[in-house]
Each structure stands twice: as structure tokens, then as C-alpha cells.
Nanobody, 130 residues
Framework: QVHLVESGGGSVQAGGSLRLSCAVS????????MGWFRQAPGKEREGVAY????????YYADSVKGRFTISQDNAKKTMYLQMNSLKPEDTAMYYC???????????????????????WGQGTQVTVSP
């Protein structure tokens, strides 16, 4: 059984920073990709950032490029999302997710979708005030 637990959400003013953590527990034998998603009330779930386990390849949504940084600590089985220069439009519930399928080689990768991720955390709320 694999479990993902997010932490680090909170309320900040615009321009502030937060670091989200995603602790992974359970037996993981292969993994392709880990990702952060967010969903604001009345909006569709949005992929924010992804990191490929095999080679550390990283992708960001255009809306967060230059402000957010995804990273992972394999020894701690933890993934992070450093969020800087936060904006009110970043307000959402943030979820971490794991794609535990076999790794996909970089040349044939396509942008992940939520359906690729079979394991999800419970979410952590991020609220950014003007």
C-alpha cells in the first residue's frame, strides 16, 4: 500500500513563499513520475510541476515557471514544491501524486495528465491574499 501525505500549506500574502512537502510511504518498486497538482473552487485540476524519477527531468506549467521549484529527496522519500512570489491566483488545494508505472524514456515522454497518476495525497490548502 502506497500513501502520500502533503504538508506545508497555509495562508500568505502576495509575494510570499511556502514550501510544500509530500511524504511517500509504502513499497515502491518502480516509478515514472511524481507531480504536484492544484485545484481552485470552480476550476479544473491543473498540473503544476512534474519530476521524472529516473533522470530528474522536470516540467512546469507556464503559470508557475520561474516561481515554483519541484525537487525530491529519494533518501527521505519526500518530494517538495518551493513556491515563491506567490500570487492570489495560486490559491488552491494542492495535491501530490505518483505515477508508479515503469519509467518512460525521455525522448518519448508527453506532458503528463492527471489520469497517469494512480496515487494521490489528501491535499494541502494554499491561500494567497492580495
Amino acid at each position: 500500500q502506497v500513501h502520500l501525505v502533503e504538508s506545508g500549506g497555509g495562508s500568505v500574502q502576495a509575494g510570499g513563499s511556502l514550501r510544500l512537502s509530500c511524504a511517500v510511504s509504502g513499497d515502491i518498486y518502480v516509478s515514472n513520475c511524481m507531480g504536484w497538482f492544484r485545484q481552485a473552487p470552480g476550476k479544473e485540476r491543473e498540473g503544476v510541476a512534474y519530476i521524472y524519477t529516473s533522470d530528474g527531468g522536470i516540467y512546469y506549467a507556464d503559470s508557475v515557471k520561474g516561481r515554483f521549484t519541484i525537487s525530491q529527496d529519494n533518501a527521505k522519500k519526500t518530494m517538495y514544491l518551493q513556491m515563491n512570489s506567490l500570487k492570489p491566483e495560486d490559491t488552491a488545494m494542492y495535491y501530490c501524486a505518483a505515477d508508479l508505472n515503469p519509467p518512460v524514456p525521455a525522448p518519448i515522454r508527453v506532458r503528463p495528465s492527471a489520469e497517469d497518476f494512480g496515487y494521490w495525497g489528501q491535499g494541502t490548502q494554499v491561500t494567497v491574499s492580495p
